[in-house]
Protein backbone atom coordinates (compact mmCIF):
# COMPACT_ATOMS: atom_id res chain seq x y z
CA UNK A 1 0.00 0.00 0.00
CA UNK A 2 2.90 1.91 0.69
CA UNK A 3 3.92 2.92 -2.66
CA UNK A 4 0.34 3.18 -4.07
CA UNK A 5 -1.34 6.65 -5.46
CA UNK A 6 -3.54 8.74 -2.86
CA UNK A 7 -7.04 7.74 -4.33
CA UNK A 8 -6.24 4.17 -3.62
CA UNK A 9 -4.97 4.86 -0.20
CA UNK A 10 -8.21 6.73 0.14
CA UNK A 11 -10.09 3.76 -0.42
CA UNK A 12 -8.27 1.08 0.61
CA UNK A 13 -5.40 1.79 3.46
CA UNK A 14 -5.53 0.89 7.38
CA UNK A 15 -8.05 -1.80 6.96
CA UNK A 16 -6.68 -5.26 5.04
CA UNK A 17 -9.40 -7.97 5.61
CA UNK A 18 -8.28 -11.69 6.65
CA UNK A 19 -9.85 -14.31 4.31
CA UNK A 20 -13.78 -14.23 5.30
CA UNK A 21 -13.60 -11.43 7.31
CA UNK A 22 -15.66 -8.30 7.29
CA UNK A 23 -15.16 -6.20 4.05
CA UNK A 24 -16.04 -2.80 5.53
CA UNK A 25 -14.36 -1.53 8.80
CA UNK A 26 -16.09 -3.43 11.94
CA UNK A 27 -17.70 -0.72 14.45
CA UNK A 28 -16.14 -2.44 18.11
CA UNK A 29 -18.63 -0.53 19.77
CA UNK A 30 -17.45 -1.95 23.35
CA UNK A 31 -16.08 0.50 25.95
CA UNK A 32 -13.61 -2.80 27.39
CA UNK A 33 -11.65 -6.31 26.14
CA UNK A 34 -11.61 -9.35 28.10
CA UNK A 35 -8.77 -10.77 28.86
CA UNK A 36 -7.51 -14.54 30.52
CA UNK A 37 -4.94 -14.08 32.90
CA UNK A 38 -4.40 -10.64 35.03
CA UNK A 39 -0.70 -11.20 34.05
CA UNK A 40 -1.93 -10.77 30.30
CA UNK A 41 -3.51 -7.40 31.24
CA UNK A 42 -0.64 -6.24 33.58
CA UNK A 43 1.53 -6.67 29.97
CA UNK A 44 -0.94 -4.22 28.35
CA UNK A 45 -0.66 -1.34 31.49
CA UNK A 46 2.96 -1.84 31.43
CA UNK A 47 3.42 -0.69 27.46
CA UNK A 48 5.15 -3.86 27.86
CA UNK A 49 2.49 -5.31 24.61
CA UNK A 50 0.12 -3.81 22.62
CA UNK A 51 -3.99 -4.54 22.75
CA UNK A 52 -6.69 -3.46 24.00
CA UNK A 53 -8.07 -2.85 27.35
CA UNK A 54 -10.41 0.31 27.11
CA UNK A 55 -11.54 2.26 24.67
CA UNK A 56 -10.41 5.95 26.30
CA UNK A 57 -7.28 4.83 25.63
CA UNK A 58 -7.34 3.18 22.16
CA UNK A 59 -10.60 1.25 20.22
CA UNK A 60 -9.46 -1.38 17.12
CA UNK A 61 -12.37 0.49 14.94
CA UNK A 62 -10.52 4.19 15.37
CA UNK A 63 -7.29 2.75 15.16
CA UNK A 64 -8.06 1.46 11.66
CA UNK A 65 -9.14 5.01 10.82
CA UNK A 66 -6.21 6.46 12.03
CA UNK A 67 -3.58 3.95 10.16
CA UNK A 68 -5.31 5.31 7.37
CA UNK A 69 -4.60 8.82 8.08
CA UNK A 70 -1.30 7.91 8.51
CA UNK A 71 -0.49 6.26 5.29
CA UNK A 72 -2.38 9.18 3.30
CA UNK A 73 -0.71 12.53 5.55
CA UNK A 74 2.82 10.20 4.63
CA UNK A 75 3.32 9.69 8.52
CA UNK A 76 4.48 6.78 11.02
CA UNK A 77 1.64 7.13 13.44
CA UNK A 78 -1.81 8.73 14.27
CA UNK A 79 -4.85 8.65 16.61
CA UNK A 80 -8.21 10.24 16.23
CA UNK A 81 -9.74 12.89 18.93
CA UNK A 82 -13.24 13.92 19.66
CA UNK A 83 -13.00 16.70 17.45
CA UNK A 84 -10.07 19.05 15.59
CA UNK A 85 -10.30 21.54 18.56
CA UNK A 86 -8.46 18.39 21.03
CA UNK A 87 -6.37 17.44 18.07
CA UNK A 88 -4.97 20.66 18.21
CA UNK A 89 -4.71 21.08 21.94
CA UNK A 90 -3.35 17.28 22.11
CA UNK A 91 -0.50 18.21 19.42
CA UNK A 92 0.50 21.29 21.43
CA UNK A 93 0.52 20.01 24.63
CA UNK A 94 2.38 17.27 24.22
CA UNK A 95 5.30 18.88 23.75
CA UNK A 96 4.31 21.89 25.81
CA UNK A 97 3.84 22.64 29.58
CA UNK A 98 3.81 25.61 31.86
CA UNK A 99 6.93 27.92 31.45
CA UNK A 100 6.21 26.72 27.63
CA UNK A 101 6.13 28.91 24.27
CA UNK A 102 4.61 28.80 21.05
CA UNK A 103 5.51 30.61 17.84
CA UNK A 104 2.31 30.53 15.42
CA UNK A 105 0.68 32.08 12.38
CA UNK A 106 -2.10 34.94 13.19
CA UNK A 107 -3.68 33.70 10.57
CA UNK A 108 -5.53 30.46 12.08
CA UNK A 109 -8.65 29.39 12.44
CA UNK A 110 -10.77 31.53 15.82
CA UNK A 111 -11.20 28.38 17.70
CA UNK A 112 -7.53 27.54 17.96
CA UNK A 113 -6.64 31.14 18.20
CA UNK A 114 -8.85 31.41 21.51
CA UNK A 115 -7.14 27.77 22.20
CA UNK A 116 -3.96 29.62 22.17
CA UNK A 117 -4.28 32.67 23.58
CA UNK A 118 -6.84 32.39 26.18
CA UNK A 119 -6.99 28.99 27.38
CA UNK A 120 -3.44 27.74 26.68
CA UNK A 121 -2.62 31.11 28.34
CA UNK A 122 -4.23 30.14 31.55
CA UNK A 123 -2.08 26.96 31.60
CA UNK A 124 1.24 29.06 31.55
CA UNK A 125 2.00 28.94 28.29
CA UNK A 126 3.07 31.72 26.04
CA UNK A 127 2.59 32.75 22.28
CA UNK A 128 3.91 34.96 20.20
CA UNK A 129 1.77 35.41 16.52
CA UNK A 130 3.37 35.99 13.37
CA UNK A 131 2.08 37.27 9.83
CA UNK A 132 2.40 34.05 7.85
CA UNK A 133 3.27 36.69 5.29
CA UNK A 134 6.30 37.32 7.44
CA UNK A 135 10.71 37.55 6.24
CA UNK A 136 12.60 34.48 7.33
CA UNK A 137 14.06 37.02 9.42
CA UNK A 138 11.25 38.66 11.62
CA UNK A 139 10.29 34.42 11.58
CA UNK A 140 13.31 33.27 13.33
CA UNK A 141 13.07 36.93 16.10
CA UNK A 142 10.02 35.47 17.30
CA UNK A 143 11.69 32.35 18.73
CA UNK A 144 12.83 32.18 22.88
CA UNK A 145 14.76 29.82 24.77
CA UNK A 146 11.63 28.15 25.89
CA UNK A 147 9.61 27.90 22.50
CA UNK A 148 8.70 24.31 22.04
CA UNK A 149 6.48 24.51 18.89
CA UNK A 150 5.53 26.41 15.29
CA UNK A 151 2.25 26.02 14.59
CA UNK A 152 0.23 27.20 11.15
CA UNK A 153 -2.69 26.25 8.91
CA UNK A 154 -1.68 25.39 5.33
CA UNK A 155 -5.33 27.21 4.45
CA UNK A 156 -6.31 29.05 7.05
CA UNK A 157 -9.62 29.21 7.97
CA UNK A 158 -11.89 31.71 6.91
CA UNK A 159 -8.46 33.94 5.72
CA UNK A 160 -7.42 31.84 3.51
CA UNK A 161 -4.21 32.20 3.41
CA UNK A 162 -1.67 30.11 2.40
CA UNK A 163 1.62 28.78 5.30
CA UNK A 164 4.74 29.10 3.18
CA UNK A 165 5.71 25.37 4.96
CA UNK A 166 9.27 25.66 3.85
CA UNK A 167 9.80 28.75 5.48
CA UNK A 168 8.42 27.78 8.61
CA UNK A 169 10.10 24.23 9.08
CA UNK A 170 13.29 25.96 8.32
CA UNK A 171 13.21 28.27 11.00
CA UNK A 172 11.43 25.98 13.37
CA UNK A 173 13.93 22.97 12.80
CA UNK A 174 16.86 25.69 13.27
CA UNK A 175 16.22 26.22 16.57
CA UNK A 176 15.57 22.38 17.49
CA UNK A 177 11.43 23.02 17.84
CA UNK A 178 9.18 20.85 15.02
CA UNK A 179 6.42 22.92 12.93
CA UNK A 180 2.76 21.41 13.46
CA UNK A 181 0.79 22.14 10.49
CA UNK A 182 -3.05 22.23 10.47
CA UNK A 183 -3.62 20.96 7.19
CA UNK A 184 -7.70 20.58 7.50
CA UNK A 185 -8.54 22.63 4.48
CA UNK A 186 -6.69 20.91 1.18
CA UNK A 187 -6.51 17.35 3.38
CA UNK A 188 -3.74 15.20 2.17
CA UNK A 189 -5.50 14.84 -1.39
CA UNK A 190 -3.82 18.14 -1.81
CA UNK A 191 -1.54 18.94 0.35
CA UNK A 192 0.65 16.88 2.38
CA UNK A 193 2.66 18.83 4.44
CA UNK A 194 5.07 15.99 5.81
CA UNK A 195 6.71 16.09 2.30
CA UNK A 196 7.23 19.88 2.83
CA UNK A 197 8.79 19.61 6.22
CA UNK A 198 6.26 19.57 8.74
CA UNK A 199 6.60 17.20 11.42
CA UNK A 200 3.18 16.84 13.14
CA UNK A 201 -0.22 17.35 10.71
CA UNK A 202 -3.66 18.05 12.60
CA UNK A 203 -6.94 17.72 10.86
CA UNK A 204 -10.63 18.55 11.98
CA UNK A 205 -12.08 16.02 10.55
CA UNK A 206 -15.41 17.08 11.01
CA UNK A 207 -14.67 19.15 7.53
CA UNK A 208 -13.84 17.70 4.08
CA UNK A 209 -13.03 14.52 5.42
CA UNK A 210 -16.15 13.74 6.62
CA UNK A 211 -17.24 15.12 4.04
CA UNK A 212 -21.28 15.18 5.03
CA UNK A 213 -21.40 17.30 8.14
CA UNK A 214 -22.50 13.94 10.13
CA UNK A 215 -19.89 13.68 12.33
CA UNK A 216 -17.49 15.86 14.94
CA UNK A 217 -13.70 14.63 14.74
CA UNK A 218 -10.24 15.41 14.86
CA UNK A 219 -6.89 14.02 14.31
CA UNK A 220 -2.99 13.93 14.83
CA UNK A 221 -0.54 12.56 12.27
CA UNK A 222 3.00 12.54 13.43
CA UNK A 223 5.68 12.45 10.47
CA UNK A 224 8.18 10.37 12.66
CA UNK A 225 10.75 12.17 11.89
CA UNK A 226 11.79 14.82 14.86
CA UNK A 227 14.42 13.63 16.63
CA UNK A 228 13.57 14.14 20.19
CA UNK A 229 16.64 12.73 21.12
CA UNK A 230 18.68 15.22 19.68
CA UNK A 231 17.02 17.92 21.43
CA UNK A 232 16.48 15.87 24.72
CA UNK A 233 16.38 18.97 26.98
CA UNK A 234 13.69 20.59 25.39
CA UNK A 235 11.43 17.64 25.48
CA UNK A 236 11.66 16.06 28.79
CA UNK A 237 8.17 14.24 28.57
CA UNK A 238 9.64 12.62 25.59
CA UNK A 239 13.32 12.12 26.37
CA UNK A 240 13.52 11.31 30.16
CA UNK A 241 11.15 8.57 32.39
CA UNK A 242 7.63 9.20 33.03
CA UNK A 243 6.82 8.13 36.36
CA UNK A 244 3.16 7.87 35.54
CA UNK A 245 3.81 4.69 33.48
CA UNK A 246 6.59 2.89 35.34
CA UNK A 247 9.75 4.95 34.37
CA UNK A 248 9.53 4.27 30.59
CA UNK A 249 11.27 6.75 28.06
CA UNK A 250 9.08 7.27 24.82
CA UNK A 251 11.55 8.19 22.41
CA UNK A 252 13.90 5.22 23.88
CA UNK A 253 10.97 2.82 23.64
CA UNK A 254 8.91 3.45 21.06
CA UNK A 255 11.91 5.39 18.62
CA UNK A 256 11.63 8.16 16.34
CA UNK A 257 8.22 6.76 14.57
CA UNK A 258 6.01 6.29 17.63
CA UNK A 259 7.47 8.32 20.80
CA UNK A 260 4.85 10.75 19.91
CA UNK A 261 1.53 9.44 19.14
CA UNK A 262 2.14 6.80 22.25
CA UNK A 263 2.74 9.73 24.52
CA UNK A 264 0.02 11.34 23.66
CA UNK A 265 -2.10 8.40 23.88
CA UNK A 266 -0.99 7.26 26.57
CA UNK A 267 -0.61 10.13 28.66
CA UNK A 268 -3.04 12.61 27.41
CA UNK A 269 -6.08 10.63 26.10
CA UNK A 270 -5.77 8.41 29.21
CA UNK A 271 -5.80 12.01 31.64
CA UNK A 272 -8.38 13.79 29.43
CA UNK A 273 -10.09 11.38 27.62
CA UNK A 274 -11.17 13.23 24.29
CA UNK A 275 -11.90 10.29 22.33
CA UNK A 276 -13.76 9.67 19.15
CA UNK A 277 -16.29 7.10 19.27
CA UNK A 278 -16.46 4.26 16.99
CA UNK A 279 -19.42 5.41 15.74
CA UNK A 280 -17.80 8.48 14.52
CA UNK A 281 -14.39 6.86 13.11
CA UNK A 282 -16.72 4.29 10.90
CA UNK A 283 -18.63 7.18 9.44
CA UNK A 284 -15.06 9.92 8.92
CA UNK A 285 -14.08 6.72 7.12
CA UNK A 286 -17.15 6.40 4.82
CA UNK A 287 -16.01 9.77 4.21
CA UNK A 288 -12.10 9.30 3.36
CA UNK A 289 -13.51 6.25 1.00
CA UNK A 290 -14.99 9.32 -1.95
CA UNK A 291 -12.39 11.67 -0.65
CA UNK A 292 -10.03 11.89 -3.84
CA UNK A 293 -13.23 12.15 -5.75
CA UNK A 294 -15.07 14.74 -3.73
CA UNK A 295 -11.97 17.03 -3.40
CA UNK A 296 -10.97 18.02 -7.05
CA UNK A 297 -14.84 18.89 -7.46
CA UNK A 298 -15.25 21.24 -4.53
CA UNK A 299 -11.84 22.75 -6.38
CA UNK A 300 -13.34 22.83 -9.51
CA UNK A 301 -16.96 24.88 -8.14
CA UNK A 302 -14.87 27.10 -5.69
CA UNK A 303 -12.71 28.10 -9.00
CA UNK A 304 -16.09 28.55 -10.98
CA UNK A 305 -17.37 30.46 -8.19
CA UNK A 306 -14.38 32.48 -6.97
CA UNK A 307 -14.38 33.53 -11.11
CA UNK A 308 -17.91 34.40 -11.73
CA UNK A 309 -17.65 36.87 -8.58
CA UNK A 310 -14.07 38.30 -9.29
CA UNK A 311 -15.71 39.38 -12.67
CA UNK A 312 -19.04 40.96 -10.86
CA UNK A 313 -19.83 44.55 -10.28
CA UNK A 314 -21.68 44.19 -7.22
CA UNK A 315 -18.67 42.88 -5.52
CA UNK A 316 -15.72 44.09 -4.19
CA UNK A 317 -13.41 41.51 -3.26
CA UNK A 318 -12.82 37.74 -3.65
CA UNK A 319 -9.92 35.66 -1.92
CA UNK A 320 -9.46 32.49 -3.36
CA UNK A 321 -5.86 31.24 -3.97
CA UNK A 322 -6.57 29.58 -7.10
CA UNK A 323 -7.27 33.33 -8.43
CA UNK A 324 -4.60 34.09 -10.49
CA UNK A 325 -4.56 37.85 -8.68
CA UNK A 326 -4.87 36.62 -5.30
CA UNK A 327 -1.69 37.26 -3.30
CA UNK A 328 -1.43 33.83 -2.26
CA UNK A 329 -1.83 32.27 -5.63
CA UNK A 330 1.59 31.71 -6.15
CA UNK A 331 2.18 29.61 -3.02
CA UNK A 332 -0.81 27.96 -3.71
CA UNK A 333 0.52 26.88 -7.19
CA UNK A 334 3.23 25.15 -5.61
CA UNK A 335 2.22 23.54 -2.75
CA UNK A 336 -1.37 22.41 -4.13
CA UNK A 337 -0.86 22.58 -8.08
CA UNK A 338 -4.30 20.89 -8.21
CA UNK A 339 -6.51 23.41 -6.19
CA UNK A 340 -6.54 23.88 -1.95
CA UNK A 341 -10.74 23.47 -1.47
CA UNK A 342 -13.16 25.07 -2.01
CA UNK A 343 -14.22 27.95 0.40
CA UNK A 344 -14.13 31.10 -1.23
CA UNK A 345 -14.62 34.50 0.80
CA UNK A 346 -15.93 38.13 -1.06
CA UNK A 347 -17.33 41.34 -0.27
CA UNK A 348 -19.98 42.59 -1.09
CA UNK A 349 -20.43 46.25 -1.77
CA UNK A 350 -22.76 48.28 0.51
CA UNK A 351 -21.55 46.00 4.27
CA UNK A 352 -23.65 43.84 6.12
CA UNK A 353 -27.24 45.08 4.94
CA UNK A 354 -26.54 44.19 1.79
CA UNK A 355 -24.57 40.54 2.84
CA UNK A 356 -27.41 39.76 4.98
CA UNK A 357 -30.04 40.64 1.76
CA UNK A 358 -27.84 38.39 -0.69
CA UNK A 359 -28.06 35.60 1.72
CA UNK A 360 -31.52 35.46 2.32
CA UNK A 361 -32.17 35.47 -1.46
CA UNK A 362 -29.88 32.29 -2.17
CA UNK A 363 -31.64 29.17 -2.90
CA UNK A 364 -29.24 26.83 -2.92
CA UNK A 365 -26.48 27.98 -0.34
CA UNK A 366 -27.33 27.58 3.54
CA UNK A 367 -26.72 29.88 6.10
CA UNK A 368 -24.30 28.00 8.52
CA UNK A 369 -21.78 28.11 10.86
CA UNK A 370 -19.84 25.44 9.36
CA UNK A 371 -17.45 24.90 5.54
CA UNK A 372 -16.47 21.88 3.79
CA UNK A 373 -19.39 19.33 3.78
CA UNK A 374 -21.32 18.25 0.11
CA UNK A 375 -23.93 21.27 0.56
CA UNK A 376 -23.09 25.26 -0.60
CA UNK A 377 -23.17 26.84 2.72
CA UNK A 378 -22.66 30.53 3.48
CA UNK A 379 -21.94 33.17 6.30
CA UNK A 380 -21.52 36.46 7.39
CA UNK A 381 -19.26 36.91 9.81
CA UNK A 382 -20.18 40.35 11.06
CA UNK A 383 -23.73 39.98 11.75
CA UNK A 384 -22.35 36.04 12.83
CA UNK A 385 -19.84 35.05 14.79
CA UNK A 386 -18.38 38.23 14.79
CA UNK A 387 -20.89 40.48 15.55
CA UNK A 388 -19.98 42.03 18.67
CA UNK A 389 -18.07 43.99 16.85
CA UNK A 390 -18.42 47.55 14.99
CA UNK A 391 -17.48 48.23 11.73
CA UNK A 392 -14.13 49.40 12.73
CA UNK A 393 -13.16 46.65 14.60
CA UNK A 394 -14.23 44.52 11.62
CA UNK A 395 -12.37 46.07 9.47
CA UNK A 396 -9.34 45.95 11.55
CA UNK A 397 -9.30 42.20 12.02
CA UNK A 398 -9.44 41.74 8.21
CA UNK A 399 -13.24 41.08 7.69
CA UNK A 400 -14.92 43.49 6.08
CA UNK A 401 -18.70 43.89 7.43
CA UNK A 402 -19.76 43.12 3.67
CA UNK A 403 -18.00 39.53 3.85
CA UNK A 404 -19.41 35.93 2.83
CA UNK A 405 -17.30 32.99 3.32
CA UNK A 406 -19.04 30.41 1.13
CA UNK A 407 -17.98 26.73 0.73
CA UNK A 408 -18.79 25.43 -2.33
CA UNK A 409 -20.25 22.12 -1.67
CA UNK A 410 -20.33 19.45 -4.63
CA UNK A 411 -23.57 20.55 -6.71
CA UNK A 412 -23.10 21.50 -10.17
CA UNK A 413 -21.42 24.55 -10.49
CA UNK A 414 -23.68 26.15 -13.11
CA UNK A 415 -26.23 25.97 -10.74
CA UNK A 416 -24.04 27.07 -8.13
CA UNK A 417 -23.71 30.44 -10.02
CA UNK A 418 -27.16 30.80 -11.55
CA UNK A 419 -28.47 31.22 -7.91
CA UNK A 420 -25.49 33.89 -6.91
CA UNK A 421 -26.30 35.28 -10.06
CA UNK A 422 -30.36 36.08 -8.89
CA UNK A 423 -29.44 36.46 -5.65
CA UNK A 424 -27.02 39.19 -6.01
CA UNK A 425 -29.48 40.59 -8.70
CA UNK A 426 -31.66 41.49 -5.36
CA UNK A 427 -29.32 43.54 -3.70
C1 LIG B 1 -13.11 23.61 12.22
C2 LIG B 1 -11.66 23.74 12.38
C3 LIG B 1 -11.02 23.39 13.58
C4 LIG B 1 -11.79 22.90 14.80
O1 LIG B 1 -12.33 21.66 14.51
P1 LIG B 1 -13.61 21.04 15.28
O2 LIG B 1 -13.73 19.70 14.67
O3 LIG B 1 -14.77 21.97 14.99
O4 LIG B 1 -13.28 21.03 16.74
C5 LIG B 1 -9.64 23.50 13.65
N1 LIG B 1 -8.92 23.95 12.60
C6 LIG B 1 -9.50 24.31 11.42
C7 LIG B 1 -8.66 24.79 10.31
C8 LIG B 1 -10.89 24.22 11.28
O5 LIG B 1 -11.45 24.59 10.11
New binding site residues.
Given amino acids: MDNMKINTKCVQAGYRPGNGEPRQIPIIQSTTFKYDTSEDMGKLFDLEESGYFYSRLQNPTCDLVAAKLAALEGGSAAMLTS ?3 AA ?1 FFALFNICEAGSHIVSSSSI ?1 G ?2 FNLISVTMAKMGIDVTFVSPDCTEEELNAAFKDNTRAVFG ?1 TIA ?1 PALTVLDIEKFARAAHAHGIPLIV ?1 N ?2 PTPVNCRPIEWGADIVTH ?1 T ?2 YMDGHGAA ?3 AIIDSGKFDWMAHKDKFPGLTTPDESYHGIVYAEKFGIEGAFITKATSQLMRDLGCVQSPQSAYILNLGLESLHVRMPRHVENGQAVAEFLSSHEKIEKVNYPGLASDPYHELSMKYMPNGGCGVVSFEIKGGRDQAQRFMKELKLAAIETHVADARTCCLNPATSTHRQMNDEQLKAAGIPAGLVRMSCGLEDKEDLIADLKQALSKV
Fill in positions: SGQNYGTENDTFSTKVGG
